[in-house]
């Protein structure tokens, strides 16, 4: 997906700061949506697309901050970029350790801005990628049998056949077509690269995926 796709929401209460911050953004070749209020943006349908969020701290209502928290709570990740007039740092160590992308006390030059746009959507991008190949890895494994997946993490901790066959009570031979045949559904090129796959879906549990 290019930039030229991203979308870019801001979210300002102040009219003129919203369409000062729309001409910049969109100078570039960025689309943008726009609202008032931190309230409109959770009632508005947003597209299934890489995205950050320019949102003003001080907002009418909820506060940039009280927001952060809530998006963070209802489990929407979107990369944010703070600005304020009237920032402190107790405000901005706060926000970046809630996972802000920058915090930007105005007057902020035009490109610290679009710098900082342009990290927050290449790192939303970056964990969209990330978010697609693990639910593609998740189906795959989806589709092994109960034996296989028994079979799968004694395989990516290193164990030979033999001993696999042992700690299973099965023979070797059949050991040998479940690690075949879990190797075909997960589509892994070789034990590194089965290892690898399982590090991403299990990263807490890698050598055990029934945990």
């Known amino acids: 997906m290019t930039e030229r796709q991203s979308l870019v929401f801001v979210i300002d209460d102040d009219t003129s700061t919203r369409e000062t911050?729309?001409?910049?953004?969109?100078?570039?070749?960025l689309r943008v949506q726009l609202f008032a209020s931190a309230e409109e943006f959770l009632r508005c349908e947003r597209p299934d697309t890489d995205s950050c969020l320019v949102l003003?701290?001080?907002?009418?209502?909820?506060?940039?901050?009280?927001?952060?928290?809530?998006?963070?709570?209802?489990g929407i990740s979107i990369p944010i970029i703070f600005i304020t007039g009237h920032g402190d740092i107790q405000m901005s160590v706060r926000a970046m350790k809630a996972g802000a992308i920058e915090f930007l006390t105005k007057?902020?030059?035009?490109?610290?801005?679009?710098?900082?746009?342009?990290?927050?959507?290449?790192?939303?991008?970056?964990?969209?990628?990330?978010?697609?190949?693990?639910?593609?890895?998740?189906?795959?494994?989806?589709?092994?049998?109960p034996r296989e997946r028994q079979v799968l993490p004694l395989v990516v901790s290193g164990l030979p056949n033999k001993q696999i066959a042992a700690e299973l009570g099965i023979s070797e031979s059949v050991t040998k077509v479940h690690r075949s045949q879990l190797m075909r559904k997960m589509r892994a090129q070789s034990l590194p690269d089965l290892v690898r796959m399982a590090g991403k879906i299990w990263p807490s549990s890698r050598n055990n995926p029934e945990n």
């Open 56 to 74: 003003d701290i001080r907002l009418r209502g909820m506060s940039g901050l009280d927001f952060q928290g809530k998006l963070a709570d209802s």
């Open 107 to 145: 007057p902020f030059r035009a490109q610290e801005l679009l710098d900082a746009i342009h990290a927050a959507l290449k790192k939303d991008r970056e964990s969209r990628q990330r978010g697609a190949e693990v639910a593609q890895l998740e189906t795959r494994f989806a589709s092994l049998t």
């Open 21 to 29: 911050l729309s001409s910049l953004i969109r100078s570039v070749g």
